[in-house]
């Protein structure tokens, strides 16, 4: 990343000058005033460059005082560099998230919870982009949660081996937020990033909302193997309770791990004319992506299969899942049979 003696190296920031940028890296402090300024200075000629950006990038690596102002300017600026100023706009390019990532990276982490909410934010902002830089967001959650390493451990108030109801919202931003164009269904190396973090935190009192974010998103990416269509991620996603409507039986099993019911999870996976009109549309387009896929099915089942099948005794959430899967699907795949036959 600039530091502030790397500012001003060159020609190309248009409307941002030399001169208030080098005032302030000198005085080592922004105010609410300074950033009126920059705001009319960055956003004046209605494009945000790539100088621009890495100057406001030098600016946030000053060790003073930074004003309440400051984070959102930084984030909204630097957001629309990234996502809004390339064409198509909307869509990441690959070498639009490779800048970003080397801009925000100490040593594969993130450096600061305002660069961490500028990672989550591009995504949410984006229609589209690289899986990767899902991945790598999904990691420094992952970092925190599991080694109690990165900015959202500055704090110190984060628990290594324990996911938080924080941690767990943000998860759920990032696995939200990367449901843009062609990106429907929770991918695999999003499910392999949860599955790590369960097995990490399997034995810790984690907030009960992880739960029900595992259970849905792995259901998400594994429904295709069990005769279901993948819904599309926001579907999935959403906070609905889980048994609000589920037998006795079932609603014991899960009750003991969240506050809420099955109702919401079975509801994602219902035929497009059994759900909300305003998810009509979006139904019919993963309908022909999930057709698509049904050619890995099989190595769908077989990596769930060698990721909750190892010996082991199976993790609550772990049995949630098997038995959504259970009541959920038409028909299961022979590989996961043995499975669900433990939570018969």
Request: aromatic residues 6%; charged residues 25%; negative net charge.
């Amino acid at each position: 990343m600039l530091g502030p003696s790397d500012v001003w190296m060159g020609n190309e920031m248009g409307e941002l000058k030399s001169a208030p940028v080098a005032e302030l890296a000198a005085k080592n402090r922004i105010t609410a005033e300074d950033v009126v300024m920059l705001r009319r200075e960055v956003f004046g000629d209605g494009v945000v460059t790539r100088s621009e950006a890495e100057a406001l990038f030098a600016l946030d690596a000053i060790e003073g005082d930074k004003c309440a102002e400051w984070p959102d300017f930084f984030i909204e600026a630097v957001t629309d560099f990234i996502v809004h100023q390339e064409k198509p706009a909307g869509y990441i390019s690959q070498d639009n998230a490779d800048w970003l990532v080397r801009a925000i990276s100490r040593d594969g982490m993130v450096d600061s919870l305002t660069e961490l909410e500028l990672l989550v934010h591009v995504l949410e902002k984006a229609k589209s982009s690289p899986s990767g830089l899902c991945a790598y967001a999904l990691e420094q959650v992952a970092h925190a949660v599991n080694d109690g390493k990165g900015p959202l451990m500055h704090g110190g108030k984060l628990v290594p081996g324990l996911i938080a109801k924080a941690e767990v919202e943000l998860l759920r931003r990032i696995l939200y937020a990367h449901g843009g164009d062609g990106n429907i269904a929770i991918t695999r190396a999003e499910a392999e990033m949860l599955f790590k973090i369960n097995e990490r935190t399997a034995a810790a009192n984690n907030d009960p909302s992880w739960n029900d974010l595992f259970v849905k998103a792995i259901a998400n990416f594994v429904m295709c193997s069990a005769g279901y269509e993948a819904p599309i991620r926001d579907v999935a996603l959403r906070r609905d309770s889980f048994l609000d409507q589920a037998d006795p039986e079932i609603g014991g099993f899960f009750g003991r791990m969240v506050s809420g019911g099955l109702a919401g999870i079975m509801e994602a996976y219902c035929a497009p004319g059994d759900i909300e009109s305003e998810w009509e549309s979006k139904n019919k387009a993963a309908e022909a992506l999930a057709r698509r896929a049904e050619t890995i099915d099989a190595g769908e089942a077989k990596w769930l299969a060698e990721r909750i099948g190892s010996g082991r005794p199976l993790h609550e959430n772990e049995r949630a899942l098997l038995t959504l899967i259970k009541h959920a699907s038409p028909e299961i795949h022979p590989v996961l049979k043995p499975l669900i036959d433990k939570v018969a």
